[in-house]
């Protein structure tokens, strides 16, 4: 009998496992230094915007399942990693506000702490488990103005990440570094279909990222963008 009752407690304190998703996706959003309040505004308004996107919606609703989930975090230096919110299913219209609402009501949590692309993925790499909804597919979509400055060399993280079956996708944005696009490329992304889309400024981030997420979402590199496996 006490045995029946600790499993019955432990049934009740551990979370409950939702139906498989098509895609697990992390959005890690640089808040750096270099990464001023307009276009910190610049990078969450074209994500909020994007999940409005009826291109986006369509892409979802063409999965296997159709559903996907998607958390967000924001990240500086090593050990400066912080959620913006808990993982979220989105499989319609409604649910797709949801989350573009979310995002738009996100604060800024940071504004210092170098630039660690490793420390964002280590971190991120443990939030797979966390979902209730496991992925037939899981991804980790950087974005950036700065190469790897601090934390442990990005190459060797991301090839950790690869060999846990992990997606690493990236936005470089070149205002700050021009050459960050070949940094993104060789050292950065990797995994199965990995790629990335460089823009030159912030201005061009919402429709690069709605460019971006239908691509990730329907699991297709896009053929005019760098990209590596």
Known sequence: MIRVGVLFLLLLVLPARADPVDLQLILAVDVSESVSSERFELQMHGYAAAFRDPAVLDAIGKGTRGRIAI????WT??????????????????????LASAIDAAPRHLNWGGTSISGAVLHALGWFDRSPMPGARRVIDISGDGANNSGRPIAEVRDEAVAAGVTINGLPILRVEPGLAEHYRDEVIGGNGAFMIAIE???DFAEAIQRKLVSE?????PSRFAARH
């Open 71 to 74: 958390t967000m975090m924001q």
């Open 201 to 203: 400024d912030y201005e």
């Open 217 to 221: 979402i329907a699991g297709i590199i």
């Open 77 to 98: 230096g090593p050990t400066l990693q912080v959620p913006v919110f808990d993982w979220m299913e989105v499989h319609d219209a409604t649910s797709a506000a949801a």
